[in-house]
């Protein structure tokens, strides 16, 4: 299995970035999306996720300025962030809770995380 994110890059204060990230492989189902982010000198934090019935929850930080969203069809997660401040500079990254083709269990997959910078 593997998550590949994309849509990181340099903004403006104020500007939008969508993220995306895609799960592939021998995946049977996946359950929680999410995206995390780790900025310079800080711990990972949960920026938002979202279950396969479409229940989201936000940091408040992001709360009102990003939207998580999931295309169950095409194992794909997004998050479009708007109002983007410099504080939002971060690597994110996506994970996904997934059961594989065989397996009985769950396990946490996470994408190789993209670079959002925030400045002027």
């Known amino acids: 299995v593997q998550l590949q994110a994309s849509g990181g890059g340099l903004v403006q204060p104020g500007g939008s970035l969508r993220l995306s990230c895609a799960a592939s492989?021998?995946?049977?189902?996946?359950?929680?999306m999410g995206w995390y982010r780790r900025a310079p000198g800080k711990q990972r934090e949960l920026v938002a996720s979202?279950?396969?019935?479409?229940?989201?929850t936000y940091q408040d930080s992001v709360k009102g300025r990003s939207t998580i969203s999931r295309d169950n069809a095409r194992n794909t997660v997004y998050l479009q962030m708007n109002s983007l401040k410099p504080e939002d500079t971060a690597v994110y990254y996506c994970?996904?809770?997934?059961?594989?083709?065989?397996?009985?269990?769950?396990?946490?997959?996470w994408g190789q995380g993209t670079q959002v910078t925030v400045s002027s």
């Open positions: 994970s996904a809770a997934i059961k594989t083709l065989g397996s009985s269990g769950w396990s946490t997959y």
């Open positions: 979202i279950t396969s019935g479409g229940t989201t």
């Open positions: 492989g021998s995946i049977f189902s996946i359950n929680v």
